[in-house]
């Protein structure tokens, strides 16, 4: 059987892997309803946010605190690394700039700058090989 301690010891380094994978503040918690499961539900504040309202969610359902913690461990592990997490944050921002630029009829002097920056970006992506 599964203690109180055991869920507390299982659950209480998933904020501290989430810091490291770039999210800020994280907060878990696991909520027990009566026949229906276990749910582990993780948030974070969105990075530049203004407001402290805007945060990302994530909940994770299982039949078992195990099932539901496999499937939040499963999910955290394939987060992207802090520095790609931010790298591909910045590439969004900037395409979306480009975008408006575009659809504003920006002169090309001014876009062309920015295309290439996102190319380069963009080809460092694709090419980028994290340390050993």
């Not at 209480?12 to 696991?30: F, R, Y």
């Not at 027990?32 to 990302?56: C, L, S």
């Not at 504003?104 to 963009?122: A, E, Q, W």
């Amino acid at each position: 059987m599964t203690t109180i301690a055991d869920i507390y010891a299982a659950i209480n380094p998933l904020p501290a892997m989430l810091t490291a994978k770039g999210k800020v503040k994280p907060e878990v918690s696991l909520v027990i309803e009566a026949n229906a499961g276990f749910a582990i539900t993780m948030n974070w504040d969105k990075r530049h946010a203004k407001y402290n309202y805007e945060r990302d969610y994530k909940t994770f359902i299982g039949s078992s605190f195990d099932e539901a913690l496999g499937k939040a461990m499963s999910f955290i592990k394939k987060l992207p690394s802090a520095d790609q997490a931010k790298l591909h944050e910045f590439m969004g921002a900037l395409g979306k700039l480009i975008d408006a630029g575009n659809a504003d009829g920006i002169s090309v002097d001014f876009m062309n700058p920015l295309l290439d920056t996102m190319k380069r970006l963009s080809e460092n992506v694709i090419t980028y090989k994290p340390a050993a």
